[in-house]
């Protein structure tokens, strides 16, 4: 559910493949743990690649350019790179803005990130009024956001003037958030929202603006600030996780007949995801708190049972879902006595119910992965880890991932050393 962008950052739950959709979780919510990037080339490239796309998605504006210059920024707007790429070394400029137009997208096609950042550097400081200076500005706030520099990304964007970029306004809401300023959160998100129209983070806007709110404990603002957004055309894309925060919103208001009414329409969703187990915690907490009051029947409705035929012996026969894999032998009982020390696994949730975890390790094993969970202490709060594995080969735990994935079942790669 940047904000920034899911699985890149580490700030609360938010992770640049969600800088479009991060998830960010209130206080006292579980993390999940984010993928852990592989050496740090493959980490540069992703990043190139991150910041390249959010770039073809934010077009820049063509004042005051020449047909020439038009045409090949039409050229890369469209997504023909390479072909760009060859009209920006013919191009030969005669205005301070034509001169920030070749060196902003030299800048942005490179795929070094130091010589990337280098031509941002010279673009900002030789050319940081024109029109793609300032868009040098915003992706090098950008880029200091991707490696945790919250304060210099700060810097960068309080720099930028020009009116027509509004996209400002929602990273220096992402920032204040960052920085634990709510009220500056909540002042720029609305702005970004005033002014953008329907731009590119509208939804992270609003999402960031009800994190604020909760995070300030003003939850009839978070329900209110959810709702409008609920009223938009085509919002929200993530409809499960829109009700796992209206739901958490609303049973913290004191609403608890409306939460527990949210929850189950977001559980009814996809009752394999994490945000469904997310939900559970939330509902056995509420059953905590409430008793009886609160009806949990809808988390074990009855089901047809179906006579699974038995494999004969010698049989080729596979089981639907089953994947085709050779895996290292794990014990067999549910959960692990520790962690373990060394091997390569998919991580399939980190829950704060063990019994939660032990459905979800029965639900793995079902599909014929092999599957445990450990119990992991962290400052003073226990969390359950579900792991299947291990695999000898990345090729096999590939596999299990997309088996699981099929089944609604939300999963990484992890190598533990």
Same mark, same amino acid.
């Given at each position: ?12 739950? &938010?992770? &640049?493949?969600?800088? !479009? ?6 206080? =006292? $919510?579980?993390?999940? /743990? ?12 992703? #990043?190139?690649?991150?910041?390249? *796309? ?11 350019? +020449? ?18 790429? /060859?009209?920006?070394?013919?191009? !030969? ?22 010589? &990337? ?18 868009? =040098? ?10 490696? +945790?520099?919250?304060?210099?990304? %700060? ?38 929202? #005033?002014? %953008? =129209? ?14 604020? @709110?909760?995070?300030?404990?003003? @939850? /009839? ?6 709702? !409008? ?30 939460? *527990? ?6 559980? !009814? ?29 809808? *988390?074990?409705? @009855?089901?047809? *049972? ?8 010698? /049989? ?13 032998? &794990?014990?067999? $009982? ?8 060394? =091997? ?26 092999? %599957? ?23 090729? $096999? ?21």
């Amino acid at each position: 559910m940047i904000i920034l962008p899911p699985e890149y950052t580490e700030y609360g739950d &938010m992770t &640049m493949s969600k800088l !479009k959709h991060p998830i960010i979780t209130s206080a =006292g $919510e579980p993390n999940s /743990s984010p993928r852990q990037n592989r050496n740090t080339r493959a980490h540069s490239f992703a #990043r190139y690649l991150a910041v390249l *796309l959010l770039l073809i998605c934010c077009p820049a504006l063509s004042s005051n350019l +020449r047909k020439d210059f038009s045409d090949a920024e039409a050229q890369y707007q469209s997504g023909a790179i390479n072909e760009f790429a /060859s009209l920006l070394l013919k191009l !030969k400029p005669n205005s301070d803005t034509e001169r920030a137009f070749i060196l902003y997208y030299s800048a942005i096609i490179d795929k070094d990130t130091v010589d &990337m950042t280098a031509k941002l550097d010279q673009l900002v400081k030789t050319l940081p009024q024109t029109y793609y200076g300032q868009l =040098g500005l915003l992706l090098l706030a950008k880029n200091a956001i991707l490696d +945790r520099k919250i304060t210099e990304a %700060s810097t960068y964007l309080r720099k930028i003037t020009h009116a027509d970029i509004t996209e400002r306004l929602y990273w220096q809401a992402f920032c204040a958030y960052q920085d634990g300023e709510m009220n500056s959160t909540i002042t720029h998100a609305e702005n970004y929202l #005033r002014l %953008s =129209g329907r731009g590119a983070y509208i939804e992270e806007a609003h999402y960031l603006i009800a994190e604020a @709110y909760i995070r300030q404990r003003k @939850y /009839s603002s978070a329900v209110s600030t959810l709702n !409008k957004f609920k009223a938009l055309d085509g919002y929200p894309t993530d409809q499960q996780y829109f009700h796992y925060k209206l739901g958490y919103s609303l049973e913290h208001q004191g609403s608890i007949e409306d939460a *527990l009414h949210v929850y189950e329409q977001g559980y !009814k969703i996809n009752k394999l995801s994490q945000l469904a187990y997310q939900i559970e915690d939330r509902l056995f907490e509420m059953r905590s708190r409430h008793g009886n009051a609160i009806d949990l029947g809808f *988390l074990y409705e @009855y089901t047809d *049972l179906s006579i699974v035929r038995e494999i004969q012996q010698g /049989s080729t026969e596979i089981r639907p879902g089953s994947p085709t894999q050779t895996t290292i032998p &794990m014990p067999q $009982e549910l959960k692990l006595l520790a962690k373990p020390t060394h =091997g390569m696994y998919l991580q399939a949730g980190r829950l704060s119910h063990e019994q939660n975890t032990i459905r979800l390790v029965n639900q793995i094993r079902d599909l014929g992965i092999t %599957s445990a969970y450990y119990e992991d202490k962290q400052n003073n709060k226990v969390t359950w880890v579900v792991l299947c594995g291990p695999f000898a080969q990345r090729v $096999e735990a590939d596999n299990a991932r997309a088996v699981l994935i099929d089944n609604g079942i939300e999963c990484f790669v992890t190598i533990i050393k």
